[in-house]
Nanobody
Framework: QVQLVESGGGSVQPGGSLRLSCAASGFTVDYYAIGWFRQVPGNEREGVACISSDGIIWYKQSVEGRFTISRDNPKNTVYLQMNSLKPEDTAIYYC???????????????RGQGTQVTVSS
């Protein structure tokens, strides 16, 4: 059974940092593309970062240089390190995959419940 569980969200001040985790089960994270997405209620979902099976990484332009996606194969977990956070980064963040595509972006066939990130002074 495919399962994705996000954690690590919270409230931080502008300029702060958070590290989100996406713990996977039912498949191996280094075999498929895994993406991080975010959504503000009432707005469209947007892709934030993605890592392909061979390690090719993509970032949304507005987070490049501030966010880092990485993968820990033994832990079967994908991370999103977020630095220099801005109020416009506030959203629900979730990881997703389709366990089909090895290149980014994946279809959002499987996703976690999401974790709230709030950036506010």
């Amino acid at each position: 059974q495919v399962q994705l569980v996000e954690s690590g969200g919270g409230s931080v001040q502008p300029g702060g940092s958070l590290r989100l985790s996406c713990a996977a089960s039912g498949f191996t994270v280094d075999y498929y593309a895994i993406g991080w997405f975010r959504q503000v209620p009432g707005n469209e979902r947007e892709g934030v970062a993605c890592i392909s099976s061979d390690g090719i990484i993509w970032y949304k332009q507005s987070v490049e240089g501030r966010f880092t996606i990485s993968r820990d194969n033994p832990k079967n977990t994908v991370y999103l390190q977020m630095n220099s956070l801005k109020p416009e980064d506030t959203a629900i963040y979730y990881c997703a995959t389709d366990i089909i595509r090895r290149l980014c972006p994946p279809k959002i066939d499987y996703r976690g419940q999401g974790t709230q990130v709030t950036v506010s002074s």
